[in-house]
């Protein structure tokens, strides 16, 4: 594959490069965000964050300079280069310190003329900092697609990583990883706090990182402040985290190593709540299993099932049972353990298409043929976040029963 022209070529106007920012000058300067890798605990890299130095010599926020609308573009579009600047500069000379985020907004991207290749990249060339250890971050889901795309092909071309901020908060964003194929998602942050707390939230939050995995992206967990936050980043696949528990944003780079007794103790803590949360739900499956095959006999021996079977039953979590045939066809009604209805509304239904069914399929004619369980979702009936346990019967048909298993993740 041929190598990319040198930076300095698509770099076509110097003159819009950062000359002086407007007074007072000395105020705004770039401050890092350390962001740890998970496996190893170090610090993987920073992302960059503008921060006003106040007359009490206190570091504030920069964001309502970007935000307000109470500047004028140019003048804050000086400034953001400017802090663009001293960063890749400082990180050029601090090879240890590993990657470095920075953040452009879509809206400038459009002010560009067709004939004008990404100012970022005459930046990283003065520099002199290696691509491979920049990451550009898209921080809004505004902007011209057709732009976005050729920004984020360029920067990758160049060997930067692209990553799409604040994946999951507002609008659908999906048609932006489909256009500009990122590197890396972050989740929102908004998103993230919610989903701690279970329920929907919890459910989108998984799905996305679910499909960033599948799509092949890193994920960064970013707002981690406490140990729940860090537990379901963990819960999440997250690649890297970044937040509060780890550190502000500071002047300052750390050693990359301060962060991994940390991280050891807090994956150490997980990693004793999952096990003691997978023995909790194999239990559960077990007992299920066990009592699928008392319904099992009963149904065998058209008997009705016993009060005491049906409260373990409903002890256990199970929702409701019903027959299918080998070709996923429902024949018998849904029987509702809790209410002991049975709606008849659901036979003739073919359920072949779902997951587990083929799973069922494939037991054949084995002895003792081991139960099949599906993944966990939300049941569109009652909302109740359930998996679909099925076992094979005698006569070729199959007996599943939707069981709660709103406590696990």
């Known amino acids: 594959m041929a190598n990319p022209p040198p930076i300095t070529r698509l770099f076509t106007q110097p003159s819009l490069a950062v000359t002086s920012l407007p007074s007072p000058s000395g105020r705004y ?147 932006r990883i489909a256009a500009l194929t990122p590197d890396v998602i972050k989740l929102d942050m908004g998103l993230l706090k919610a989903a701690v707390l279970g329920g929907i939230e919890a459910d989108i939050a998984l799905s996305i990182t679910e499909m960033s995995k599948r799509i092949g992206c890193q994920v960064i967990c970013e707002g981690i402040e406490t140990e729940q936050e860090y537990q379901f980043a963990l819960e999440c696949g997250a690649d890297l985290i970044q937040g509060w528990i780890h550190g502000k944003a500071s002047e300052s780079l750390m050693e990359p190593t301060a962060t991994v007794n940390k991280t050891q103790h807090l994956k150490s803590r997980y990693l004793s709540r999952k096990a003691r949360a997978y023995s909790e739900a194999m239990i559960q499956q077990e007992a299920v299993g066990r009592q699928l095959q008392s319904v099992a006999r009963q149904l065998l021996d058209t008997q009705p099932l016993p009060i005491p079977l049906l409260s373990e039953l409903n002890r256990l979590g199970v929702v409701r049972y019903y027959i299918c045939d080998a070709e996923g066809n429902q024949v018998s009604p849904n029987v509702e353990i809790a209410t002991g209805e049975t709606l008849d509304q659901f036979i003739g239904k073919n359920w072949s298409h779902r997951p587990y069914f083929p799973q069922l399929i494939g037991l054949g004619e084995q002895r003792n043929a081991p139960m099949v369980v599906s993944n966990a979702y939300r049941d569109t009936t009652s909302g109740i976040r359930c998996k679909t346990f099925g076992i094979r019967l005698l006569n070729h048909q199959f007996l599943l029963a939707d069981v709660d298993v709103s406590g696990e993740l």
């Open 29 to 175: 300067i770039p401050c890092y965000q350390p962001i740890v890798d998970t496996s190893t605990g170090r610090v993987a890299g920073y992302e960059s964050l503008a921060r006003i130095r106040a007359s009490d010599g206190q570091l504030r926020t920069a964001a309502g300079l970007f935000t307000s609308g109470n500047y004028a573009p140019s003048a804050v579009l000086r400034i953001d280069r400017d802090l663009r600047q001293k960063a890749l500069n400082t990180f050029a000379h601090e090879p240890q310190a590993g990657f470095l985020a920075l953040n452009i907004c879509p809206h400038w991207v459009d002010r560009l003329d067709q004939n004008e290749l990404i100012p970022t990249l005459g930046l990283i060339e003065s520099s002199g900092i290696d691509p491979a250890r920049v990451i550009v971050e898209i921080t809004e889901r505004a902007g011209d697609i057709d732009n976005l795309r050729r920004l984020t092909r360029e920067y990758q071309k160049q060997g930067i990583r692209v990553a799409i901020d604040d994946f999951g908060s507002g609008a659908s964003q999906v048609d």
